[in-house]
Nanobody, 123 residues
Framework: QAQLVESGGGTVQTGGSLTLSCAAS????????KGWFRQAPGKQREFVAG????????YYSDSMKGRFIISRDNAKNTVSLQMNGLKPEDTAVYYC????????????????WGQGTQVTVSS
C-alpha cells in the first residue's frame, strides 16, 4: 500500500530553520513527483514547493522562493523541505504529496497525501 510519512515538524523561533522529510513507500509511488503543501488555521491548503522525481526540476511558490529548498534522495525514497528564515506566517500543517504527473503544483494533481506535520514559528 502506497503511503507518505512526514517527519521533522516542531516549534522554532522567528528567523530559525527547520527541515521536513517525507518518506515514500509501497508500489510505484517512489517514482512519482513530490511536493509540499501547507494549511494554516482558517486558510486553504496552498502549494509550497514541488520536484520532478526524474529530472530533479524544482518549483516554488513565489512567497517561499529563496527561503525554502526542496530536494530528493532517490536511494532513500525521501523528499525534504529545508525551511530557512522562518516567519510566524509560516505556521501551518505541512503536507507531503505525490502525483503521477510530472509535477504536483495543485491539490487536484496529487494522488497521495501524507498525514501532515505541524510547524509553529514563534515570534
Amino acid at each position: 500500500q502506497a503511503q507518505l510519512v512526514e517527519s521533522g515538524g516542531g516549534t522554532v523561533q522567528t528567523g530559525g530553520s527547520l527541515t521536513l522529510s517525507c518518506a515514500a513507500s509501497g508500489g510505484t509511488i517512489r517514482f512519482f513527483s513530490k511536493g509540499w503543501f501547507r494549511q494554516a488555521p482558517g486558510k486553504q491548503r496552498e502549494f509550497v514547493a514541488g520536484i520532478n522525481w526524474n529530472s530533479g526540476s524544482t518549483y516554488y511558490s513565489d512567497s517561499m522562493k529563496g527561503r525554502f529548498i526542496i530536494s530528493r534522495d532517490n536511494a532513500k525514497n525521501t523528499v525534504s523541505l529545508q525551511m530557512n528564515g522562518l516567519k510566524p506566517e509560516d505556521t501551518a500543517v505541512y503536507y507531503c504529496a505525490a502525483s503521477s504527473l510530472s509535477v504536483v503544483l495543485t491539490e487536484h494533481s496529487a494522488n497521495y497525501w501524507g498525514q501532515g506535520t505541524q510547524v509553529t514559528v514563534s515570534s
